[in-house]
C-alpha cells in the first residue's frame, strides 16, 4: 500500500511541532524568568507590589507571554499526538488527554497571575482594604499561580513520559529522543508532590531543556523517517 505525500506529508507535522515547541520553551523562559523573575520577589509582598504598579505594562505583557504559550503548547500535543499514533494510538491519545488537561489547568491558573493587578488597582470598592492586606493578598493570588502551575506540570510528566515511550518504540524517531522524553518526564512527576518537585528543579529543568532542545534541532532539521513513518501507518491499520 502507497501512502500519498502531501501537504500532510509526516515531515510537515514534525517540522509544525518542532517551531511550536520551541515558541513554548522561549515564551515560557520569556514569562517565567524574564518577566515573572524581575517583578515577582518571593515571600515580599511589598516589594512585589510596588514591581507590579511600577511595571504594569510588563506585567500585562507576561499574561500575553504566557497565553501564547498555552496556545502553541495545545497545539504541539496535537501534533504529536498525530506523529506518535501510528506507534500506538490508544496510548498518543492517552498522553494528548494528560496534556490537554495540563494545559487547561495552567492556563486556569493564569487568572491568579494576572488579578494582583487587579487587587492592587484604584477601584473604589478595595478601600475597604488597607495597602499591606492588598499587597499581602496579591503575593498570595501570584503563589495559588505558581501552584496550579505546579499540577499542571505533573499531568505534563506523564503526557511526556508517555510520548518518550512512544518515541522509543517508534522506529521513525531517534531512541535517544524517548530515552531523554522520558527521564525528563519522569523528572516532572516530582511534582505530584510539589515541594520535592520544587527543591529538585534546578536539575529537572537542566535535563529536561537538554531534551527539548535535541528534540527541537530533530524535528525541525530531520523530521522522521517518512518510510517507516508509513510502514507504522499500514500495519496500524
Same mark, same amino acid.
Given at each position: 500500500?502507497?501512502?500519498?505525500?502531501?501537504?500532510?506529508?509526516?515531515?510537515?507535522?514534525?517540522?509544525?511541532?518542532?517551531?511550536?515547541?520551541?515558541?513554548?520553551?522561549?515564551?515560557?523562559?520569556?514569562?517565567?524568568?524574564?518577566?515573572?523573575?524581575?517583578?515577582?520577589?518571593?515571600?515580599?509582598?511589598?516589594?512585589?507590589?510596588?514591581?507590579?504598579?511600577?511595571?504594569?505594562?510588563?506585567?500585562?505583557?507576561?499574561?500575553?507571554?504566557?497565553?501564547?504559550?498555552?496556545?502553541?503548547?495545545?497545539?504541539?500535543?496535537?501534533?504529536?499526538?498525530?506523529? *506518535?499514533? @501510528?506507534?500506538?494510538?490508544? !496510548? &498518543? #491519545?492517552?498522553?494528548?488527554?494528560? /496534556?490537554?488537561?495540563?494545559?487547561? =489547568? %495552567?492556563?486556569?491558573?493564569?487568572?491568579?497571575?494576572?488579578?494582583?493587578?487587579?487587587?492592587?488597582?484604584?477601584?473604589?470598592?478595595?478601600?475597604?482594604?488597607?495597602?499591606?492586606?492588598?499587597?499581602?493578598?496579591?503575593?498570595?493570588?501570584?503563589?495559588?499561580?505558581?501552584?496550579?502551575?505546579?499540577?499542571?506540570?505533573?499531568?505534563?510528566?506523564?503526557?511526556?513520559?508517555?510520548?518518550?515511550?512512544?518515541?522509543?518504540?517508534?522506529?521513525?524517531?531517534?531512541?535517544?529522543?524517548?530515552?531523554?522524553?522520558?527521564?525528563?518526564?519522569?523528572?516532572?512527576?516530582?511534582?505530584?508532590?510539589?515541594?520535592?518537585?520544587?527543591? *529538585?528543579? @534546578?536539575?529537572?529543568?537542566? !535535563? &529536561? #531543556?537538554?531534551?527539548?532542545?535535541? /528534540?527541537?534541532?530533530?524535528?525541525? =532539521? %530531520?523530521?522522521?523517517?517518512?518510510?517507516?513513518?508509513?510502514?507504522?501507518?499500514?500495519?496500524?491499520?
Amino acid at each position: 500500500m502507497k501512502i500519498k505525500n502531501d501537504k500532510t506529508s509526516p515531515q510537515v507535522y514534525a517540522r509544525t511541532a518542532g517551531l511550536l515547541y520551541l515558541i513554548v520553551i522561549v515564551a515560557g523562559i520569556i514569562g517565567q524568568m524574564v518577566i515573572s523573575g524581575k517583578i515577582i520577589v518571593k515571600d515580599d509582598a511589598v516589594t512585589t507590589a510596588a514591581n507590579i504598579l511600577a511595571h504594569k505594562d510588563l506585567f500585562q505583557f507576561g499574561l500575553t507571554v504566557y497565553l501564547i504559550e498555552m496556545a502553541c503548547q495545545i497545539a504541539q500535543a496535537t501534533l504529536f499526538y498525530i506523529l *506518535l499514533k @501510528p506507534a500506538s494510538r490508544n !496510548i &498518543a #491519545l492517552l498522553a494528548l488527554i494528560f /496534556s490537554l488537561i495540563g494545559c487547561t =489547568i %495552567k492556563t486556569l491558573s493564569r487568572l491568579f497571575y494576572i488579578a494582583p493587578s487587579l487587587v492592587l488597582g484604584d477601584s473604589q470598592y478595595l478601600s475597604v482594604f488597607n495597602a499591606e492586606q492588598l499587597q499581602a493578598l496579591a503575593l498570595l493570588l501570584l503563589n495559588i499561580n505558581d501552584l496550579g502551575t505546579s499540577i499542571a506540570v505533573a499531568f505534563f510528566g506523564i503526557s511526556t513520559t508517555m510520548n518518550g515511550y512512544l518515541i522509543f518504540q517508534s522506529t521513525y524517531l531517534p531512541r535517544f529522543l524517548g530515552i531523554l522524553s522520558m527521564i525528563g518526564g519522569l523528572g516532572w512527576l516530582t511534582f505530584l508532590y510539589p515541594p520535592l518537585g520544587n527543591q *529538585l528543579f @534546578p536539575y529537572i529543568i537542566f !535535563i &529536561a #531543556l537538554i531534551g527539548s532542545v535535541l /528534540s527541537i534541532l530533530w524535528l525541525l =532539521i %530531520k523530521g522522521v523517517n517518512v518510510e517507516q513513518w508509513n510502514r507504522r501507518i499500514v500495519e496500524s491499520v
